[in-house]
């Protein structure tokens, strides 16, 4: 599958409440923090089922939201914008928590 450029590919996102970790709704309805286990809208109505859902598993997590994503001729995904592919990788995160317990 060639790289989808136009965000017609979308997947649900959100922050777990118990420690702010970023996790992707998958395909059985639970948050996982791998984006490659994300569940994938690939149409506008898809989507806004895919968004429904979410909200509707939203327990333990803050506002999920759509992100969109392109997938590579392997599979793989990556979302689209510079500040959602910051959050896919986590390091700001990582900085923030190491820096939580430097002083501890």
Not at 42 to 50: P, T, V
Not at 63 to 71: F, I, Q
Request: aromatic share 6%; charged share 30%; net charge negative.
């Amino acid at each position: 599958m060639a790289k989808n450029l136009s965000g017609d590919l979308q997947v649900a996102s959100a922050n777990r409440l118990v420690d702010g970790v970023v996790v992707w709704l998958d395909d059985a309805g639970q948050w996982t923090d791998r984006l490659a286990r994300a569940a994938v809208s690939r149409e506008a109505r898809a989507s806004e089922i895919l968004l429904e859902r979410a909200r509707a598993e939203g327990f333990g997590v803050i506002e999920p939201y759509l992100v969109a994503v392109s997938e590579d001729e392997d599979g793989t995904l990556e979302p689209l914008s510079l500040r959602e592919r910051i959050r896919a990788s986590g390091l700001t995160f990582d900085a923030i928590a190491a820096d939580a317990v430097r002083y501890a």
